[in-house]
């Protein structure tokens, strides 16, 4: 398979159609099943009565891809390609800047398809020091090749860029694809040229398994994403577009994966401490947060709960959202005797039923 095939995809309108019918199911449907579960409710962070710290004492900030952040939070790629996404991608941004944690936009196929749609992905203008993440997908990373991926991360000014699996999405999608050969190779290829510290491999809703992470560790992927079930299901998602056998197909699989707690748990013990390990699929409250950093996630990533406050209220709810998740996180560590993240991975949890059986199993 040849790495470096042309640069531009061939035009076409339809995927930034998609993306704004995305937008509205996210905004207006129930896009995550309410049998699906991060399996966090059955891990619990043990109390300390007695911390022996002041709040002014608790220190969030966290490394990520040569930058520190204020706090282990991410802003997970939703959108861009449309006017549209443009607006909700940079007002969003405005408030990741404002609190100091990573953004990421949503697949930059569009803009890879159609170049004059970079401004819709552009957030450096309004984020100027924010860790910021381009996003691909897998099959349009191999079509791509190096040289193309390194221009749709340099065309945002991006730290690193995100290359996100979603097979499942895809065979649900009723226009996506079907052919997923060759993955590892380009892979390993983008972080031979790119550097490791400038790719994320990701999920999208179904979880890596530990088998998957350790194959893209040997191929020198150092920043995982483990996306897990528990949030959006972008199977449900298209299975909301799609009609027929594909509709019906979509409703069996709409629950198809990896919880995202199983997923963090297990695939930190597999791949050990050098890997940069995110922690997304599901991810609600500043509670969720601690307790996977706590099972080993170096940050947390989340995006549904940002992206309603902003339709419902713009710029301020979001800051408002933000100020309550990390409002709570702080008060996770205060309340488990952890002065930082590095911390609360030391101290006592308790884990029981499903979550327990998956991480023995796994």
């Given at each position: 398979m040849s790495v470096t095939p042309p640069l531009h995809m061939p035009v076409d309108d339809t995927t930034a159609r998609r993306k704004d019918a995305h937008l509205d199911l996210c905004a207006q449907e129930e896009v995550a099943p309410v049998e699906n579960t991060t399996l966090f409710e059955q891990m619990f962070l043990v109390h300390c009565a007695m911390p022996e710290l002041s709040a002014d004492e608790v220190d969030l900030s966290t490394p990520l891809f040569g930058k520190r952040l204020k706090a282990p939070l991410l802003v997970t790629g939703m959108t861009g390609g449309t006017e549209r996404a443009m607006q909700v991608n940079r007002e969003i941004a405005q408030v990741a800047e404002a609190f100091g944690v990573a953004f990421g936009v949503g697949s930059q196929r569009a803009m890879a398809e159609r170049p004059e749609l970079t401004k819709t992905f552009a957030v450096r203008d309004v984020a100027p020091t924010t860790v910021l993440i381009g996003n691909i997908g897998l099959v349009q990373a191999v079509r791509l090749g190096v040289d193309g991926v390194r221009r749709l991360k340099d065309g945002i000014g991006a730290d690193a860029i995100a290359v996100h699996l979603n097979?499942?999405?895809?065979?649900?999608q009723p226009e996506g694809d079907r052919d997923f050969?060759?993955?590892?190779?380009?892979?390993?290829?983008?972080?031979?040229?790119?550097?490791?510290?400038?790719?994320l491999v990701k999920e999208t809703g179904c979880g890596l398994s530990p088998e998957v992470a350790r194959r893209l560790?040997?191929?020198?992927?150092?920043?995982?994403?483990v996306s897990g079930l528990g949030g959006t299901s972008?199977?449900?998602?298209?299975?909301?577009?799609a009609e027929g056998v594909a509709r019906e197909v979509g409703a069996q699989f709409s629950s198809w994966g990896i919880p995202t707690a199983a997923a963090v748990g297990t695939v930190r013990r597999a791949v050990?401490?050098?890997?940069?390990?995110i922690a997304a699929g599901g991810m609600r409250t500043g509670l969720d947060v601690a307790k996977a950093l706590a099972l080993g996630a170096d940050v947390g990533g989340l995006a549904l709960?940002?992206?309603?406050?902003?339709?419902?209220g713009g710029v301020p709810k979001v800051h408002d959202a933000m100020t309550t998740l990390v409002t709570a996180l702080k008060q996770a560590l205060m309340l488990t005797g952890s002065r930082?993240?590095?911390e609360l991975r030391t101290k006592p949890r308790v884990v029981t039923g499903a979550l327990k059986d998956w991480m023995a199993s796994l």
């Open positions: 097979p499942g999405q895809e065979l649900t050969r060759g993955g590892y190779e380009i892979i390993g290829a983008l972080v031979a040229a790119l550097g490791a510290e400038r790719v560790v040997d191929v020198g992927v150092k920043n995982l994403d972008w199977v449900r998602v298209e299975q909301l577009r050990g401490p050098g890997v940069t390990l709960p940002l992206f309603r406050a902003h339709q419902e930082t993240p590095a």
